[in-house]
């Protein structure tokens, strides 16, 4: 039971690059979600998926696109990288009360 | 709308103490659920303790308790017999109502611990 994982650890970008965060669980949970980092700011949702096929926007989905097409899976694509996306990207699955969270991929946008 | 309000950046504390983490809240829901989370400088998100707005008690596990005050909209996190493993951010965390998992975060508390 590997729980939630997220590929790559790390990665740099140079603007206008584009890339695929991965997230996968194994727990069968039907909600997802994708959270950024920033110094200072806590942690903020960007999209986040009820299940399969259903996904919606968080508070700061700008830049970033998501699709479910299973329940384990839920990548987090941006499309046209820009420095202001540097942060740490956090991906998690819930099931009741608890919300299981990845190791966190650090970004970097040059 | 909803917010969390972490007012102390930086919290000290020595070894075997109690320490209480502040916590307010903002949100014209009935039903909401407060969290609370531990980030080690490993950087992984540990889940520490819930609270759910209709629960009369106040939630416990283990070291940690959450001092839950409604009608203030506090959600306080106490850590007693403070470890130096407890050296860490510790954010606060908020819940909607309705048939959602979304969190909202406060901006964190950097707690330290001292022999």
Not at chain 1, 11 to 32: I, P, R
Not at chain 2, 5 to 17: L, W
Not at chain 2, 32 to 45: A, I, N, T
């Amino acid at each position: 039971n590997a729980g939630v994982t997220q590929t790559p650890k790390f990665q740099v970008l140079k603007t206008g690059q584009s890339m695929t965060l991965q997230c996968a669980q194994d727990m069968n949970h039907e909600y997802m979600s994708w959270y950024r980092q920033d110094p200072g700011m806590g942690l903020r949702l960007i999209h986040y998926s009820v299940g399969a096929g259903i996904t919606d926007q968080g508070e700061v989905p700008n830049g970033y696109n998501v699709s479910r097409s299973t329940t384990e899976d839920f990548p987090l694509r941006l499309l046209s990288a820009a420095p202001s996306q540097t942060s740490v990207y956090f991906c998690a699955s819930s099931y009741g009360h608890t919300q299981y969270f990845g190791p966190g991929t650090r970004l970097t946008v040059l | 709308a909803q917010k969390i309000t972490q007012t102390q950046p930086g919290m000290f504390v020595q070894e075997k103490e109690a320490v209480t983490l502040d916590c307010t809240y903002d949100t014209s829901d009935q039903s909401y659920g407060l969290f609370w989370y531990k980030q080690p400088s490993s950087g992984e998100m540990i889940f520490l303790i819930y609270q759910g707005s209709y629960d009369e008690q106040n939630a416990t596990e283990g070291r940690y308790s959450l001092n839950f005050q409604k009608a203030r909209k506090s959600a306080n996190l106490v850590i007693s017999a403070s470890q130096l493993g407890d050296s860490a951010m510790y954010f606060c965390a908020m819940r909607e109502g309705g048939n959602t998992d979304k969190l909202i975060f406060g901006t964190g508390t950097r707690l330290q611990v001292f022999p």
